[in-house]
């Protein structure tokens, strides 16, 4: 068979795109690109295909499509493919339902499969004149144990958007054949998903059989299914659509950015700039530009700047290590934070030489704060997991507030005691810790590990069981 697919999986956002083509006529498309778009063109460039399409299969809410930096880097023969209901506003090529297109003796179809957006289309793939599809780019119609989640675009769109998923589901896509593989957009990490499984290629049998989602016949059910369980996202999901709809500033390639001198960094972030530290949580502890904000790479990311950095600002970044600042940049510009100014050159070690001002926040061990916990100057115990992660478990009298918001709920966390910040290994509660620091909370603490290593050394954890019975009595 000539038809050719590679994945290429961000796990940051938990996504996947696709470079497909025809091995016989080297013709090729990718589907649902992200915005760093060099690696499909070294790998279409490494199998000598030619790239005529980027597909999108529908208004992402989670990154920013690659379709137009595609463009401006291909040839005029090259085209951009999206929902004719999407109405983007630059030049691009309206897909309808039965709609074909060519990569020679690999034909892509076109199927309206609304539900996780109202726009959503999906693509089929299959050898020119074969009776049914040989593969499904399904977006997040169809993921792999579930199907991408209906209620992003608004409470008021939750339930109608949840009724036509179930005919994209039930009436259309598990009508589809066994053997059909189905390669969805969206996977394990994304916040667009309904809850799935790490996997990330299935095929319709499969689903068919095991889909939580396709097991539930009835269409108020089923409504009721794809709306619970749901984790809160990330905030600036609010801009994405509006950014993919209007079309996507070209950057032309991965920015390179310059090393500036800490008065210049200073002098930035007096003016709106916001700076963000990459460096892990010991390194941030150790010291850090007050007011700036701690989200280590790892986080990851994109996904936690995109929670807690107000979108649209300029940005300095604190990462010293140049593998690690391309890195963040890529993550930075899948997500829209495009106005990167620079990097502190020198890194924390130029801006205390340079006689400007760092803050430093205590980290301590679980045997630290269990033994803490047994005096009366005892400090509150914030949780910033998520809501998951502390009916699995958590420990006594802590107050919870997942890392997401902490700014909108920061006024339930008392100013005239220590905070020690926890989540599962010391990344969220960096960022939480750099957030309280912003809002003046002075006796900030970090503990250095996180909820496992509590528990595995054997103190007191409340269980979800323990929790309910109390309540229940």
Known sequence: MSLYVKQFVDASLGNSSYLVASTETSRAAVIDPQRDIDR????????GLHLAFALDTHLHADFVSGARELAAQSNGTFRIGASAQARVGFEHLPLSEGDTLSLGDVAIGVLTTPGHTPEHISFTAAPIGSHAPHALFSGGAL???????????????????????????????????DHVTVYPTHGAGSFCNAPASPERVTTIGRERATNRLAQVRDEEEFVRAALSD????????????????????????????????PEDVCHLS??????????????FAAGHIPDSYGVPLIAPLNTWVGWVVPFGLPLVL???????????VRELIRIG???????????IAAW???????????MISVSELHEWTQHSD???????????????GHLPNALHIEAGHVRDQIDRIPRDRPVVVHCGAANRAMISASLLEQRGYTNVTLLDTGFNQWREAGYEVVERAAEEAAWVH
């Open 143 to 177: 993921i792999v144990g579930g199907a991408g989640r209906t209620d992003l675009l608004g409470h008021d769109l939750s339930e109608p958007l949840a009724q036509q998923l179930y005919h994209t589901l039930h009436h259309k896509l598990l009508h589809l054949p």
């Open 378 to 392: 005892a400090p509150v115990i914030l949780d910033v997991r998520f809501e998951h992660e502390w009916r699995d």
């Open 337 to 347: 934070y495009d106005d990167l100014r620079g990097y502190l050159g020198g890194g």
């Open 230 to 261: 749901l984790p809160s996202y990330p905030t600036y999901y609010r801009y994405m659509r509006a950014v993919n709809r209007n079309g996507p500033l070209v950057l032309g390639g991965v920015p390179e950015l310059k090393p500036l001198p």
């Open 318 to 328: 604190i990462a010293d290590d140049p593998v690690q600042r391309e890195e963040a």
């Open 40 to 47: 499909y063109v070294r790998a279409a460039e490494g199998l």
């Open 352 to 362: 205390e030489a340079a006689g400007a001002p760092v803050r430093r926040t205590p």
């Open 270 to 283: 007096k003016n709106g700039a916001v700076v963000i530290d990459v460096r892990s949580p010991r390194e």
